[in-house]
């Protein structure tokens, strides 16, 4: 497996969630990520990306201020810490690489990991 997502779950409404993507090596050497999230009825849509070295993010406007992005070089992961999550943000979130930095569309990522559920109720 080359991108594994976890740390999905069901919070209240103003909680937080840390979600963690375990990248292979070669492949967090050499590439860009990002997160995706997809709500049951809609389309895939951006939501924060990280440049290789980790050195410039990118956020989604619906995401920015509540969500933040990182990556362990050392660990090879990368996380998504959500705060003061909203019912909005319930949705299948996954990882992703791509050579492209802050890539918006789904069809720029070259690898995907299998997706994790985030539930917020409100």
């Known amino acids: 497996v080359q991108l594994q997502a976890c740390g999905g779950g069901l919070v209240q409404a103003g909680g937080s969630l840390r979600l963690s993507c375990a990248v292979s090596?070669?492949?967090?050497?050499?590439?860009?990520m990002g997160w995706f999230r997809q709500a049951p009825g809609k389309e895939r849509e951006f939501v924060a990306a990280?440049?290789?070295?980790?050195?410039?993010?990118y956020y989604a406007d619906s995401v920015k201020g509540r969500f933040t992005i990182s990556r362990d070089s050392v660990k090879n992961i990368m996380y998504l810490q959500m705060n003061s999550l909203e019912p909005e943000d319930t949705a299948v979130y996954y990882c992703?690489?791509?050579?492209?930095?802050?890539?918006?569309?789904?069809?720029?990522?070259?690898?995907w990991g299998q997706g994790t559920l985030v539930t917020v109720s409100s």
């Open positions: 992703a690489a791509t050579k492209v930095f802050a890539a918006v569309m789904p069809g720029a990522y070259d690898y």
């Open positions: 990280i440049s290789r070295r980790g050195g410039s993010t």
């Open positions: 090596i070669d492949i967090f050497s050499n590439y860009h």
